[in-house]
């Protein structure tokens, strides 16, 4: 069997693995990653990436149709259509250029690629069997998994035939009649709100109270309005039991316990995702594991020496640039720098319609943890950018600490705000107050000057409100 050997071994070449291995490689490093799929793992190919351009079609088209009709703007479209095939494969050409560009990184970085699934022999030893047929062995000082995570499947809706996880629904051909959504959750809501708006009549069912259950409602009500503006119809207090015997409706079990029918020739299945920890002989380790995640410390480092774990196969928060970050600090923790994974916010965003951001602590996270804070919101309705483009409902709101005015997180919803998050993580990771966000010249007329209002709000002294 053919051998390689190197310093640095990563499982996995998903944003934790291929970013681990391209520093690792700057650092001078010998690395050699495996990947059984394609460069760039879910995210490039069947998450982040393809989901953002399908949305952004979704927005192109939903506005083309907007202006069919008589229209304040002046604007007058004639009967917009969508060639589906030809955005799919502009949708593809995007994923391509990006997971192309992960390659030529790995190779600038002087990284071997190994094409092939990995199987653990044991914590510095793998075995690969390659696309070209001979197996591989590789082994190892440092052993990194980052083999993500795999959708969660409902036993009483199984994947196969109209039922689809969040792969299959990027990739419909036609334009779904009546789809059905299992979970409103941030797949669930981005992918229905963008079949929605590209023709498809959507129902979404949702097992919590409301839609994005891990946020507040303050937060998600505008999403929720949004929703029900696009048409698409909310099932909420509801399970999924299973598809009709003619397996052309989703039987739903309320609250209530009553059971009705939602005509469905796609049934979307969207409940969360859960680490790919088996099948690979990764069980051979017996690491400590959190639930069914690999457990880590503050360093990615797992029970075994030498054996790191990031991204999703080490749990919550599944978010692509978490896996980075962590992927690029076990390299240089590897190449003997002191590196601690001690974020004070990871930005989460959804990309809905209206887009919802958070970073650091909510005004319930800080409750929770006995911080006594100062809660201010400002309206998008009182932002001179957001009425000139139409933005519609929203806002920003600040959390800061009651005594020293130290910002301890943000929060927004609205058109565009996912742009946000970058200022929202730079304050909060820089220890600003209120103070030094209000004394800061934001650029008029942008979005950002609702975080400016809100920072003044929280003091006492809004401007514009
Ligand atoms: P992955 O990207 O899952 O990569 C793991 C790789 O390991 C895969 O390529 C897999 O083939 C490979 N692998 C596994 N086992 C083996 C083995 N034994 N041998 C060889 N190779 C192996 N996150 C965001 O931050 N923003 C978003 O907008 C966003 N949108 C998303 C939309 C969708 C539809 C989905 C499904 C997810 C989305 N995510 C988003 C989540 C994001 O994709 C993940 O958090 C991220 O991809 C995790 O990176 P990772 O490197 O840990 O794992
Ligand atoms: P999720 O955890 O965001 O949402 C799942 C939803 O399904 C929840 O609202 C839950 O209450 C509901 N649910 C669970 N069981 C149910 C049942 N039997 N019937 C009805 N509803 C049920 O999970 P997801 O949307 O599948 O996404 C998985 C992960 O992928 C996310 O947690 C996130 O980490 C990542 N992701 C991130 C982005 C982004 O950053 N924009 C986008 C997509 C996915």
């Known amino acids: 069997m053919k051998t390689i050997e190197k310093k640095l071994l990563v499982i996995g070449g998903g944003p934790g693995g291929y970013v681990a291995a391209i520093r690792a490689g700057q650092l001078g490093?010998?690395?050699?990653?495996?990947?059984g799929d394609r460069l760039g793992g879910t995210c490039l190919n069947i998450g982040c990436i393809p989901s953002k351009a399908l949305i952004h079609v979704a927005g192109e088209f939903e506005k083309a149709t907007y202006f069919s009709g008589d229209h304040p703007l002046g604007i007058r479209v004639q009967s917009p259509s969508l060639d589906l095939a030809r955005a799919q494969k502009w949708k593809d050409g995007v994923v391509g250029k990006l997971t192309g560009g992960v390659g030529a990184l790995l190779r600038k970085a002087g990284v071997r690629v190994v094409q092939g699934w990995a199987q653990v022999v044991d914590g510095k030893t793998v075995e690969v069997a390659t696309r070209e047929g001979e197996p591989v062995r590789i082994t190892c000082e440092h052993l990194l998994l980052a083999t993500g995570s795999v959708p969660v499947e409902l036993p009483n809706l199984p994947l196969g035939g109209p039922v689809v996880s969040s792969t299959g629904a990027l990739d419909f051909t036609e334009v779904p009649k009546h789809l059905v959504v299992v979970g409103a959750g941030y797949i669930?809501?981005?992918?229905?709100?963008?079949?929605?708006?590209?023709?498809?009549?959507?129902?979404?069912?949702?097992?919590?109270?409301?839609?994005?259950p891990a946020y507040d409602e303050e937060l998600t009500k505008p999403v929720a309005a949004s929703l029900r503006k696009l048409g698409i119809t909310l099932h909420v207090n509801c399970k999924a039991e299973g598809l009709t015997d003619t397996g052309d409706g989703l039987r739903v079990r309320s609250a209530q316990a009553d059971e009705y029918v939602l005509p469905a020739d796609k049934v979307l299945v969207a409940v969360g995702r859960v680490p790919?920890?088996?099948?690979?002989?990764?069980?051979?380790?017996?690491?400590?594991?959190?639930?069914?995640?690999?457990?880590?410390?503050?360093?990615?480092?797992?029970?075994?020496?030498?054996?790191?774990?990031?991204?999703?196969?080490?749990?919550?928060?599944?978010?692509?640039?978490?896996?980075?970050?962590?992927g690029e600090m076990v390299a240089e923790i590897i190449a003997g720098e002191r590196r601690r994974f001690a974020p004070q916010a990871i930005p989460a965003v959804c990309f809905t319609d209206p887009e919802l951001v958070v970073a650091g602590f909510t005004p319930e996270e800080a409750q929770q943890k006995g911080i006594e804070v100062k809660v201010a919101s400002f309206p998008f309705a009182a932002n001179g950018r957001a009425l000139s483009m139409e933005a519609g409902e929203g806002f920003v709101r600040v959390v800061a600490r009651q005594d020293n005015h130290q910002i301890l997180g943000w929060q927004a919803v609205g058109q565009g705000v996912s742009e946000l998050a970058a200022v929202f993580c730079h304050s909060i990771e820089m220890g600003a107050r209120l103070e030094d966000v209000a004394g800061i010249i934001h650029a008029h007329p942008t979005l950002g000057e609702?975080?400016?209002?809100?920072?003044?709000?929280?003091?006492?002294?809004?401007?514009?409100?």
Request: proline share 2%; aromatic share 4%; with cysteine.
């Open 276 to 326: 790919r920890t088996a099948g690979f002989g990764l069980e051979s380790l017996q690491l400590d594991m959190a639930g069914r995640a690999v457990r880590i410390d503050d360093q990615c480092r797992t029970s075994m020496r030498n054996v790191w774990a990031i991204g999703d196969v080490a749990g919550e928060p599944m978010l692509a640039h978490r896996a980075m970050a962590q």
């Open 450 to 465: 609702a975080v400016l209002e809100s920072a003044l709000k929280a003091l006492g002294h809004a401007l514009h409100i």
């Open 188 to 212: 669930g809501l981005e992918l229905g709100i963008a079949w929605r708006k590209l023709g498809a009549d959507v129902a979404v069912v949702e097992a919590a109270g409301h839609v994005l």
């Open 29 to 35: 490093i010998p690395t050699v990653l495996v990947e």
